[in-house]
């Protein structure tokens, strides 16, 4: 069965820093997705990965993926309050429907 | 246009009772789901349907019972509630093909008294 590890599960991190969450899961996985959750609302998707070595970026958000590590990470560059929020990795999916979802990094950034 | 609705947002209910969860999604995907989201932000899927037909049933009591009318729709009534079912429900959809990604809905907060 598919286990999806996240770390760090808490990350407090000031403006403009640079900083990686990743994502390790154990077996194989037909793709990796990441998603982000507001406070009190639904989770948003961010980015899907596809392939080994694949690589998506979307503002100061860029996510990878090493199949061979099993390993996905989540970039965050030059950091602004806006992206303050809980960020999940979840592997599955594909023809097998089921996701398996990390446990969230809740990522503060302050001013 | 709203992609993926649930009502109510939110249930708050006495332990014993029984309650529905409604689920709509106008995206024209074949296969829809159920998340719990725990008090620990912790989510886990319960079921998914696809086209209709159960595909996915994970270790849930048997009070939860889900039930699929049409393609763009998924209930999910739970008999009998117990404290441990407070949580956050979200209910999501996706395509079959492509990258498969799964749009959730705004969740459902259900508190049991």
């Known amino acids: 069965e598919l286990k999806v590890e996240q770390n760090p599960l808490f990350l407090s991190m000031q403006e403009g820093k640079n900083y990686t969450i990743y994502c390790n899961y154990s077996?194989?996985?037909?793709?990796l997705y990441w998603y982000r959750q507001d406070p009190g609302k639904s989770l948003e998707s961010l980015f899907v990965l596809l392939s080994n070595g694949a690589v998506k970026q979307e503002g100061r958000l860029m996510a990878s993926l090493d199949t061979k590590a099993r390993l996905s990470t989540l970039h965050i560059t030059a950091a602004v309050h806006d992206l303050s929020a809980t960020y999940f990795c979840?592997?599955?999916?594909?023809?097998?429907?089921?996701?398996?979802f990390g446990k969230g990094t809740l990522l503060t950034v302050n001013p | 246009d709203t992609a993926v609705s649930q009502t109510p947002k939110y249930l708050v209910t006495q332990m014993g009772n029984d309650k529905s969860i409604k689920c709509e999604q106008n995206l024209g995907h074949d296969t829809m789901y159920w998340y719990k989201q725990d008090s620990k932000k912790f989510l886990k899927i319960m079921f998914s349907?696809?086209?209709?037909?159960?595909?996915i049933n994970e270790t849930v009591p048997n009070r939860f019972s889900p039930k699929s009318p049409d393609k763009a729709h998924l209930n999910l009534h739970i008999n009998s509630l117990e404290l441990g079912d407070s949580a956050v429900y979200f209910c999501?959809?996706?395509?079959?093909?492509?990258?498969?990604?799964?749009?959730f809905g705004p969740g459902t907060r259900l508190t049991v008294l």
């Open positions: 999501a959809s996706s395509p079959s093909g492509g990258t498969n990604t799964q749009y």
């Open positions: 077996t194989t996985s037909d793709r």
């Open positions: 979840a592997g599955g999916g594909g023809s097998n429907y089921k996701l398996t």
């Open positions: 349907y696809n086209n209709k037909e159960l595909i």
